[in-house]
C-alpha cells in the first residue's frame, strides 16, 4: 500500500510525532511505500535544525533526516505554517523542503491511506 502522513504536532511536548515517526519505520519495514511525508501547523517544528534536545531525549529531527535519506522520502513543510513559527530555508534540517497544499493535495490524491498525527 502506498501511505502519505500528515504530522500536525512538533517533536517536544507531545507524542505524536515520535508515534509517526514508529509507524512511518513500520510501514517501511513492512514493505509499504510512503509518498510523501507533509509537516503543518506545529508539526513544521520538527525540521528546525536549531533542535537541540538533551542527551537523554530522543532527536526527532534527526531520526527524520535519517529515515528520509536512508528511504528516499519527501519530508515537506507547509510554508505558510513554516514562516509562521520561524522555520525557513535557512534553518531546515536536512531532508525538508518547503511546500505547498497543493503538492500535499497532489500526494493525497495518487495514495491509498491518509495518516494524521
Not at 530522543?58 to 535519506?69: N, P, Q, R
Request: hydrophobic fraction near 45%; glycine fraction near 8%; proline fraction near 1%.
Amino acid at each position: 500500500m502506498k501511505y502519505v502522513l500528515a504530522i500536525k504536532q512538533g517533536g517536544f511536548g507531545s507524542q505524536a510525532a515520535f508515534l509517526a515517526y514508529q509507524v512511518a519505520q513500520a510501514l517501511l519495514d513492512g514493505g509499504h511505500k510512503i509518498s510523501q511525508i507533509f509537516f503543518f501547523q506545529d508539526g513544521v517544528l520538527n525540521a528546525n535544525n536549531f533542535n537541540n534536545p538533551a542527551s537523554d531525549e530522543i532527536d526527532l529531527t534527526t531520526l527524520w533526516s535519517k529515515l528520509a535519506k536512508n528511504h528516499n522520502l519527501a519530508l515537506h513543510l507547509c510554508v505558510s505554517a513554516a514562516q509562521r513559527r520561524g522555520v525557513v530555508e535557512q534553518n531546515l534540517a536536512q531532508g525538508f523542503t518547503l511546500a505547498g497544499l497543493g503538492e500535499f493535495s497532489q500526494a493525497i490524491f495518487t495514495t491509498d491511506r491518509l495518516l494524521t498525527f
